[in-house]
């Protein structure tokens, strides 16, 4: 992949991009359980491995996931000389994460406002560098965090996981509404535990049944990026802290699938050249 063909594109009116960042993509779920967090490292590892610069912010303030699933609980990000937070390089993602700030084993008890600082501080306040794409892991809900991210971080788009039951689509079609209100484009679908097949008869199931693509798609036009299984193999790599894609070749392809499909949809997408356009200075 070359660096130079991903370019920026254009976040909502009147918002501004972050300079150094061509794209930020939020995954999304409107609901908890659904392998959000896993799919999110996992996507930003495949967009790593094809070349590009990429940083993961993990905006779940609440429950962060993303120290245990790169295996880094122990890491403490030190501060740059310009008095930023250093995220953590590793698997070729600079990765930031409210739970490299507190103890996990504490409850964040925090409201609605103090929330929404510490994230925009992460944001703004990491030394991301040049990245291509910043993916934000985003926590599962619709409520007030998510609304701030929307309103106020220059997100060029989101994707969306789901699981096949009817009962998570219900919560995912929340979300989708909220960034749509938002102004904010999906570019499609991930399904995740969308089959399961046994290791020692080979026979495949549809265990939380099927069709949430179709119906996804009947209701909001959005495509399918790709199908994951319900596969015990991403439990235990998840719980030791290293992403599948980089042990198992065929959820690998998988993952990289939807990485190349992701980056086609992206580049539909009306593109940025605010950059471009000189500064006009006072004489």
């Known amino acids: ?14 918002l501004k991009r972050i300079t150094n960042i061509k794209n930020i993509i939020a995954i999304t779920s ?21 070349g590009l610069n990429v940083g993961i912010l993990d905006a779940d303030i609440y429950g962060p996931s993303l120290p245990k699933l790169i295996g880094a609980e122990d890491y403490k990000p030190e501060v740059s000389p310009s008095n930023k937070f250093m995220p953590l ?10 739970g490299f700030l507190v103890d996990s084993s504490q409850a964040t008890i925090w409201r609605g ?10 944001l703004n306040d990491t030394e991301w560098g040049e990245l291509d794409v910043l993916v934000i892991d985003m926590p599962p809900g619709t409520g007030d965090i998510h609304l701030t991210i929307g309103q106020k971080f220059p997100i060029t788009a989101t994707i969306v996981v789901t699981t096949p039951q009817d009962i998570a689509l219900i919560d995912v079609g929340k979300s989708i509404g909220m960034f749509e209100k938002l102004a ?23 265990i939380f049944g099927h069709g949430a693509k179709d119906k996804l798609k009947q209701k909001y036009n959005l495509d399918l990026l790709g199908q994951l299984p319900l596969d015990a193999n991403i439990c235990t790599q998840s719980d030791n802290g290293t992403p599948i894609v980089l042990n198992n070749e065929n959820i690998a392809n998988i993952y990289n699938n939807i990485a190349k499909l992701s980056l086609d949809k992206l580049a539909e997408l009306p593109k940025d050249y605010s950059t471009l356009i000189p500064e006009v ?3």
């Open 89 to 98: 390089d590793k698997y070729g993602v600079k990765t930031m994460s409210f």
């Open 184 to 206: 904010i484009p999906c570019i499609g679908i991930v399904e995740n535990m969308a089959v399961h097949t046994c290791i020692n008869c080979g026979h495949s199931e549809e």
């Open 1 to 14: 992949m070359n660096q130079n063909s991903i370019i920026a594109h254009r976040v909502k009116q009147g």
């Open 281 to 283: 200075k006072k004489i």
């Open 30 to 50: 409107g609901k908890g359980g659904v392998g959000k967090s896993t799919t999110a490292i996992n996507f930003a590892v495949s967009l790593a491995k094809q």
């Open 113 to 122: 406002a103090i929330v929404n600082k510490a994230l925009e501080q992460m």
